[in-house]
């Protein structure tokens, strides 16, 4: 079990760039998540998969965020046009969901984003 | 909301010296969890109580369950320089299938 990994873990931008970042979780978990988190604040939910279904977005995640998980293993978060607001460390989590419910989230590492 | 609520937002105390911090929600849970972030890393899982039960351990730490008040309580003993972290209380709900932070408990832990 190597853990949830994320890449890059820092990445440096200038305003209007595009980004994106990859999450492997953990290979026998179904579920995919997706947080964003600010200085001093707990993870806000962005998005999660259950294999290769997108099933939820919050109204957070704006046109300019886009996520994937093509074949339910790994998974991209694309920012378009970065703006300086989009700051913020990007955490990845996996889970396993069974017939008794949400189970533990394993977190990976997260990528922090500076946007100049 | 379906965010589960810290108590203290921080909280400073003596290595060695016992820690306690508390969650609130709303609604009927299925299960609550506890999570640790230290400082600029991701959160680990600590230790999951289900709604049919009533305390739980884990090593040093003891977490209580009161669905009546709709409230759990985190209590790490003999606290050591490590446990300096923020800790994250996540309720889930039946309906639910992601977990909603609330802005959690920042402790300090004095040598």
């Known amino acids: 079990d190597t853990g949830v990994s994320q890449n890059p873990r820092h990445k440096i931008t200038k305003r209007g760039q595009n980004v994106t970042f990859r999450c492997d979780p953990i290979s026998e978990h179904n579920r995919l998540y997706w947080y964003r988190q600010t200085l001093g604040q707990g993870p806000e939910f962005l998005t999660y998969?259950?294999?290769?279904?997108?099933?939820?977005k919050s109204r957070l995640l704006s046109d300019r965020f886009s996520a994937e998980r093509p074949k339910g293993s790994f998974s991209t978060l694309e920012i378009q046009r970065t703006e300086q607001g989009d700051s913020a460390m990007y955490l990845c989590?996996?889970?396993?969901?069974?017939?008794?419910?949400?189970?533990?989230?394993?977190f990976g590492p997260g990528t922090r984003l500076t946007v100049l | 909301s379906q965010q589960g609520e810290e108590d203290p937002q921080a909280l400073s105390i003596q290595e060695g010296e016992n820690a306690t911090m508390n969650c609130s929600y709303k609604t009927s849970i299925n299960n609550l969890q506890w999570y640790r972030q230290n400082s600029g890393r991701g959160l680990v899982h600590l230790i999951l109580?289900?709604?049919?039960?009533r305390e739980k351990h884990s090593g040093r730490l003891r977490v209580t369950l009161d669905t009546s008040k709709k409230s759990s309580s985190l209590l790490i003993t003999a606290s050591r320089a490590a446990d300096t972290a923020s800790y994250f209380c996540a309720p889930f709900y039946s309906s639910a299938s992601k977990i909603i932070f609330g802005s959690g408990t920042r402790l300090s832990i004095r040598p």
């Open positions: 109580i289900r709604s049919n039960e």
């Open positions: 998969f259950q294999n290769e279904a997108q099933l939820e």
């Open positions: 989590a996996s889970s396993v969901q069974g017939a008794g419910g949400p189970d533990t989230q394993y």
